[in-house]
């Protein structure tokens, strides 16, 4: 029984003959800033959904989406969006702590061909009384670390090319009546932090300043270090505690001469939507899709960022010769999914220059 679906699966994926350079999707929101206007610190958390539409003509895939600060939480549609559908994104800000005017921005990654879209919420937290003596400072330092106050504790990076550097800074307070001296002593070798000063007298400011190197990254794609803080030779644990920086590796195309361009691989496959079919519950089912290089330079197939748990794919790096074609096996494993259909993607990250990025659904049904 498995190995005729795993036939059915397999001529399935080759009949498609739409050509994925010729499909895209589309991300449209109604809105990309919202006003809360005035709100209470102490009346609890707001949040505002941006709905989105995918005009395009293939699914739309939201890949991930980073807040600017941990006050801001981001919800999505997991589920690919066909074409014409809606989707949304809600943000959720917390004013405890944080009076005064705020400004925040979410990013919105998908397989659009706008690959980041910038969200705003904004607002002015009307302060409880106890706390409106205090309410610049508390505004510009919302993140308690310990006795580390800080500005926010997410680094936003966005593309980073592989051959360049890209910075961000983040501002620091000493909350405590000692002297704090602060240290990142556990770093990714892509990542640097200068840390300015060093240690801070009571009350005093101060800056991290993180540095991204693509040329020393070890990942293509999408990545997220969270850091762990020393504070006078005390490692803070706990997730809350932990700075998160966010970067997302390419390679940047725009610089390409005429024959680079000319020479270019390029990325081609029947469809870009792979329908399994009915998997009997408890079933593991295999299915494939070819790759083919109809450039001329070896197409390197990067990365693949596949974040869910009943689909594993093999192989997730590869290199294509021009002319030639490498198969990738899509094992669905139905052992842990309830009955029901499914819709689930995942996104294939090249050396080509046009579809850099190329995101891939799997549709099926475990009955």
Known sequence: MIRKLFSIVAVSVVIFTASVTAQKAEINFSEKTFDFGQITEDGGNVSHVFEFTNTGTTPLVIQRVNASCGCTTPEWTKTPIEP???????????????????????????????????????????????????????????????????????????????????????????????????????????????????????????????????TKASEWGPVDDKLTLTLNGKKITGDANKITVFANVTEDFSKMSAEQKRLSPIIEVKSSNLYIGNIKKGNRVRGKVNIKNAGNNPLEIRRITNNNSDIIIHPLRATIKGGHTESFKIDVDSKFLPKGEYKKAFTVQTNDPVNTFLTFTVSYKVI
């Open 84 to 214: 014409g559908k809606k989707g949304n994104v809600t943000a959720t800000y917390n004013p405890m702590g944080r009076p005064g005017a705020f400004n925040k921005q979410i990013y919105v990654y998908s397989n659009s061909t706008e690959e980041m879209v910038t969200l705003i919420i904004k607002g002015d937290v009307k302060p409880k009384s106890s706390s409106a003596q205090s309410a610049p400072q508390a505004n510009n330092y919302p993140i308690q670390i310990d006795a580390l106050k800080l500005n926010s504790k997410v680094v936003q990076m966005s593309n980073v090319d592989s051959k360049s550097t890209q910075t961000r800074t983040i501002a620091m307070l000493n909350s405590s009546p000692s002297n704090l001296t602060v240290t990142l002593p556990e770093l990714p070798v892509y990542l640097s932090a200068n840390i300015t000063p060093k240690t801070l007298k009571p009350n005093e400011q101060g800056a991290i300043t993180f540095t991204f190197d693509g």
